[in-house]
């Protein structure tokens, strides 16, 4: 980028939707429903049907519904195998926490692991604050796999600047990803290799996609967490040194009318 030149904006804000109402159905009430018939209609209300599956010997139709102590394995011999092969399985999700039952790995990152993120430095009366936290599905890193994880940021600030998380880009460029926001007002500010950056809206509902070739970061600008599931390919890894070495385009920072994108001073580009 040209010395004084300013970063390239491409790519729309959206207006935040509105919030979406969520519920859950229990493990429990799932078994207590197992092994029962197919369901009746009374009076004005209509049941929701379980799945239904075939008897290959019978013509009969038998009903199940989905279960949480495990999957129904196929024995179908002329099935193609999987690299990496697991089995089906389900995970809890507490929507407005992001915090995943079981917990297969969790990531923490501190004022500590952000040396460099900021235009200043971290106030020492802050301490060595929790920034996020991580709660990764463990699956094979391969592309026959897709990566879950939830983060959940908490509200602060460095200096003018908002808690954020490190952002990266994907070590397998043109892999791309899906946010999905489960709580709280955010930031997602993206960025190509060529100098080009959009930020996007992360609130309850938002769906932000984030190409191929994209860096990304989450910028919580509100007073209470940020919430967000992502997904991406298993093989896509994460790329953390080149934002390190070189920054994003943009920062987001607290101004009196507001959040405000400003051009980022340490930004280099290769």
């Known amino acids: 980028m040209r010395p004084g030149a300013s970063p390239r904006r491409v790519g729309a804000r959206c207006s935040p939707p509105a ?3 969520r519920t859950s159905t229990s493990c429990a009430s799932r078994r207590a429903s197992r092994n029962q018939g197919p369901p009746s209609t009374t009076g004005s ?3 929701r049907p379980r799945s239904p599956r075939t008897d290959p010997q ?8 989905p279960s949480c102590s495990g999957p129904e394995r196929s024995t179908n011999a002329e099935e193609t195998p999987m690299r990496d092969a697991v089995a089906p399985f389900n995970v809890l999700m507490e929507l407005d926490k992001g915090v995943l039952e079981p917990t297969d790995h969790t990531k923490r990152r501190h004022l500590s692991d952000m040396h460099g993120m900021y235009l200043e430095e971290p106030d020492e009366a802050a301490g060595d604050a929790l ?6 599905i463990v699956v094979p890193e391969s592309p026959d796999h897709i990566q879950c994880s939830t983060t959940i940021l908490q509200p602060g600030r460095v200096g003018r600047e908002f808690f954020m998380t490190k952002g990266h880009f994907h070590e397998v460029r043109g892999r791309s990803e899906v946010y999905l926001g489960l709580r709280g007002e955010g930031r997602l500010v993206m960025a190509t290799e060529g100098g ?3 930020v996007e809206h992360i609130v309850p509902g938002s769906v932000s996609y984030v190409p191929g070739g994209w860096a990304h970061r989450s910028v919580n600008i509100g ?3 940020l919430v967000f599931f992502a997904a991406y390919v298993g093989d896509a890894g994460h790329d953390y040194a080149t934002i390190e070495d070189e920054g994003l385009p943009v920062l987001l920072t607290d101004a009196p009318d507001g959040p405000r994108v400003e051009r980022n001073p340490r930004y280099t580009q290769r």
């Open 19 to 21: 919030t979406w109402g």
């Open 45 to 47: 209300g209509r049941s």
């Open 223 to 225: 007073s209470e967490l």
């Open 58 to 65: 019978s013509s009969a139709v038998q009903w199940r519904s």
């Open 131 to 136: 920034v996020y936290t991580v709660h990764e």
């Open 196 to 198: 080009d950056h959009a």
